[in-house]
Nanobody, 115 residues
Framework: QVQLVESGGGLVQPGGSLRLSCAAS????????MGWYRQPPGKQRELVAT???????NYADSVKGRFTISRDNARNTVYLQMSGLKPEDTAVYYC?????????WGKGILLTVSS
């Protein structure tokens, strides 16, 4: 079992920046990649960014150049640094650990981008 705890959400003005954190615990040696996903109001969950154990990252087109995913292996933590935030970035953000044989999900954290 892998447990994930997200932190760092809240209310941000358009154009602002924020960093989300996700701390993993449990059977972390089974994890081969971690990622951030989001679910905007009334929409389906979508990929934001992923990062492999080797540091290879991948981003949704909508966040490229604005968001950066990173990981601190010593702290078993993955981060999502967000800048140039837009109202359409408003969503519940979920951390995910892609492990063998299951994917694990955090409870989600709300980010609201509004003036």
């Amino acid at each position: 079992q892998v447990q994930l705890v997200e932190s760092g959400g809240g209310l941000v003005q358009p154009g602002g920046s924020l960093r989300l954190s996700c701390a993993a615990s449990g059977t972390i040696w089974l994890i081969y990649a971690m990622g951030w996903y989001r679910q905007p109001p009334g929409k389906q969950r979508e990929l934001v960014a992923t990062i492999t154990n080797g540091g290879r990252d991948n981003y949704a087109d909508s966040v490229k150049g604005r968001f950066t995913i990173s990981r601190d292996n010593a702290r078993n933590t993955v981060y999502l640094q967000m800048s140039g935030l837009k109202p359409e970035d408003t969503a519940v953000y979920y951390c995910s650990a892609h492990a063998t044989p299951l994917d694990y999900w955090g409870k989600g954290i709300l980010l609201t981008v509004s003036s």
